[in-house]
């Protein structure tokens, strides 16, 4: 048998380039969406594109000024809590110390020892309820250049803001090249990373949320699970519930022998064949 080779016309080549191309802008889309904030000069919480819903009591700001992160459901994947005076280098939020002063040395901040891996916060969807549809952090301190890159709630980047040259060179605490990064996305933000090209990097005011009770926390208070109400309807854990296997029940094959039964009528027959040959047993003896 003579087996023809498979051809690829050229209007079926032309068909698969046409849907190839058609598909992606349609995977850009699926990942777009999201609106990036920033670099903007920070040096308080006022300079904070979420201040309305900050003082709504809809997103949490850490400031880190307790020593150690007080807000629920987000983990740095590196670094620490510094105070004021660690190795003489503290760069917090200027306006942390009591006054914007051009100084950021007596407040606390996040710092990491390596710019250039970064740090990504995520958060906890269980412990929140629900993702962040907005995030952000402030970048004060770090060399070389600076990118930010948001992820959606599957770990897709939502898009990168940078690499921005905005260190200033110093490590003495300046604020004026203190810069706001955050993203808008009503899908949720599992993590939001933050890194420099070169030494360490220091970030402040971690900030996230859309609940009505993620209010500031005082030092020291267990941070409570914040309620959701309203705002956004949490995406509920995916349990996967295995369905109970509908069986057809089978016939059970019928087993040992099988007694025939006889009607009346048969019954009736049968005895009169019986009798008749009886008799004829009777008069043939
Ligand atoms: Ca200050
Ligand atoms: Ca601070
Ligand atoms: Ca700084």
């Keep these: ?149 948001a992820f959606d709630s599957l770990g897709a980047s939502l898009g990168t803001i940078g690499p921005v040259a905005i260190a200033d060179g110093s490590n003495a605490g300046t604020t004026a090249e203190d810069r706001f990064f955050g993203v808008q996305f009503a899908g949720g933000i599992s993590a939001i990373k933050i890194s420099n090209t070169s030494g360490g990097i220091e970030v402040d005011h971690l900030q996230y949320g859309l609940y009505p009770s993620a209010v500031a926390l005082p030092c020291g208070v267990a941070s409570p699970t914040p309620t959701v109400a309203g705002i956004a309807t949490p995406t509920p854990t995916a349990t996967t519930v295995a369905a109970t296997p509908t069986t057809t029940p089978t016939s059970q094959p019928t087993t040992g022998a099988v007694v025939p039964t006889l009607s009346f009528p048969m019954l009736a027959l049968l005895g009169l064949a019986l009798a008749g040959a009886a008799v004829w047993v009777i008069r043939r003896l």
């Design 1 to 149: 048998m003579t087996v023809r080779p498979t051809r690829l016309g050229p209007r079926f080549v032309a068909t698969l380039a046409l849907g190839a191309l058609l598909l992606l802008p349609s995977s850009r889309a699926l990942a777009g969406g999201a609106t990036l904030l920033g670099p903007t000069p920070y040096l308080s919480v006022a300079n904070s594109p979420f201040l309305t819903d900050i003082n709504a009591g809809h997103v949490y700001v850490e400031t880190f000024e307790c020593g150690t992160i007080t807000v629920p459901g987000v983990t740095p994947s590196t670094g620490q809590v510094i105070p004021p005076g660690f190795a003489g280098l503290v760069d917090s939020v200027d306006a942390d110390d009591g006054v914007i002063d051009g100084s950021g040395l007596n407040g606390h901040s996040f710092f990491s020892g390596s710019g250039a891996t970064g740090i990504t916060f995520t958060f906890d969807q269980t412990t929140l309820g629900a993702f962040p549809t907005e995030a952000g952090i402030v970048w004060t301190d770090g060399g070389g250049t600076t990118t930010f890159e």
